[in-house]
């Protein structure tokens, strides 16, 4: 294809240019120049930086141009579709197939051979999960002494072994990170429905959501509180200021963050509840939900069941998740 070879090029010619460049320099439609332009990342020769209209395509950096004859089933090419995103050391977002090629690509391993391991060992963690959530109610009760939770679920694992962070765990990674607001949608987007059917089945009447230690400028729970936009009685949670404060993700050790969550979460308000659902951004110990549970149980604020959600856990026991 010589316009291929040819924009190719003309972009590690001219370092950085846009599509509507290409466009006028080679005579093309746009729809041929973004074909090209998409086989080009996919094989790992140029990348996409920006966003609309700013958007410019930039020579690959330290990344061997590989050409691979990829040969993938359609059912696990479009598993991958569904479930997998890279986001790249520069801030891409690639979802689906075409971001697991250029992580291919990047880690120097062959493409059809690895969409396979990756769709069976997905498969295998599929099995952990039931109407969309994964049940980590038995590890709370081998972790604590004193359990406040009912239930505790999450909606994926945070990473898994080989391929590292699941889809929802870098999108939660780096969202609170970058404080991205457009990542925070899309994980509530791909949240709601399952939150709402969860909602539905155990008759929750009442919501609350666990507050942040670190103030920001765009504040994780705060966004996702108003996107999900449940239609519940809220509980008010407070986070207490103290002279300073404590992420519980410096926490290494299972009883610091046991008092960390004791001593720093109140649980406000006289009313009385019926079945209560927490959601936190991530199961790393589980301290702050259980102890934010112990603590409605002890104020009688709720005279049914007490559940805890999450958008992520650990998949062996209650790993210490130090990132988020």
Known sequence: ?????????YIVDKKSVRAED????????????????????????????GYPPKVFYTPAD???????????????????????LYISPDGQILDGFDGFTVWCNKTKQEVSKTALNYYQRIKFYDKFKKDGLINGTEKLKKTFEKVGLNKLYYLDFYSIDRFGKTKLGQMLLYAKQSQNIELIKKISNIAKPTINDLIKRLNITSIG?????????????KEIEK?????????????IKKRVSIPQKTLSKLEDRIENAKKTIVVEGNNTFDNVLLIDDAVGSGSTLNETALQIKDKKICKGKIYGLAIVGSFKGFDVISEV
């Open 209 to 221: 959501y666990i507050p942040p230690t670190v103030k920001r400028e765009v504040q994780f729970m």
């Open 227 to 239: 996107y999900l936009n449940l239609p519940l009685n809220k509980l008010t949670i407070t986070k």
């Open 62 to 84: 330290d990344v061997e141009n590989i050409t691979q004859d990829i040969k993938v089933e359609d059912k696990i090419k479009g598993y991958i579709d569904k479930n997998y």
């Open 22 to 49: 290409l466009r006028i320099a080679f005579n093309l439609s746009r729809v041929s120049i973004h074909k090209i332009l998409k086989k080009l990342i996919l094989e790992g020769k140029i990348q996409k930086d």
């Open 1 to 9: 294809m010589p316009n291929k070879i040819n924009i190719h090029s």
